[in-house]
């Protein structure tokens, strides 16, 4: 069964996206909203792996370190000004797509699998993860006009 790839992708994702929103918070407290915002989906980011814990018990988690290569990619740390906000953003979201998808090929396994518990985990948390997305966008075409047109 390869359910436990995506269990162990999903939950190694949603530690990794915990962690990047943190950084991001805390690399420009200058941004009230970023730094208030972001402390919150990183808790929330907690939550979904914990509930995850008992599927990756339950099926494994035979997951390379696909979440933990995408984040070593997209973060060597957090950049400076209006751009490295937008930047940071934007790597933010697409680390948040990936857990997307993930839940939604999860929540597809758990139905296939008849485990409606993963099946429920799946349907509560990826709504969850959709509304990251929203603010992420929402706060990135918020950021736009100044990081690329006004200059510094």
């Not at 407290?29 to 914990?50: G, M, R, S, Y």
């Amino acid at each position: 069964m390869h359910l436990a790839h995506y269990v162990g992708l999903l939950h190694r994702a949603q530690v990794e996206l915990a962690r990047a929103f943190r950084e991001i918070g805390a690399g420009d407290p200058d941004e009230a909203d970023v730094f208030h915002i972001t402390a919150t989906l990183a808790k929330q980011c907690d939550q979904h792996a914990q509930r995850l814990e008992p599927f990756a018990q339950r099926y494994g988690e035979d997951s390379p370190d696909e979440p933990e290569r995408l984040h070593s990619e997209l973060f060597r740390g957090t950049r400076t000004g209006p751009i490295g906000l937008l930047r940071d953003l934007h790597d933010l979201y697409l680390m948040a797509a990936e857990c997307d998808m993930a839940w939604t090929l999860v929540g597809q396994g758990g139905q296939g699998a008849r485990d409606q518990e993963l099946l429920q985990v799946a349907q509560r948390c990826e709504p969850e993860t959709a509304m990251q997305m929203r603010w992420l966008r929402t706060r990135m075409k918020e950021a736009a006009p100044q990081a690329l047109v006004v200059a510094e």
